[in-house]
């Protein structure tokens, strides 16, 4: 026990050396909306792909750190990370998607706080 608090105070100093930086995101959940349905129809493919063009349209921009679906099937269907100004701005790219559009998927905002530099690693 001596030995391990000796070797955690001496790695004290380097701890204090390291800079960690935190920065504003926006987190957004898309859950099941009125107009979800399990049922795949011409029409919720064509949804599907326009909510995916978008997923990689606002990719582009660099905004959208991060997108993926759960995997549980439940009301909770997948979540947006944005690396924007403000909720409004992370609001006003994902309410262009046609899954938000057709009420088939609900948007909900929340600023969030973290490390600064989240990326997708392609």
Known sequence: MRTLLCLLL???????QTKYEMSHYVVGFLRKGPAWTAEETAETRKIQEGHMANIRKMAET????????FEDDGDLRGMFLFNVGSVEEARAMAEADPAIQS???VLELHPWFAGKGLKVVQ
Do not use: E
């Open 10 to 16: 001496a790695l004290l100093p380097l701890a204090a």
């Open 103 to 105: 009420h088939r998927l």
């Open 62 to 69: 660099g905004k959208l750190v991060v997108a993926g679906p």
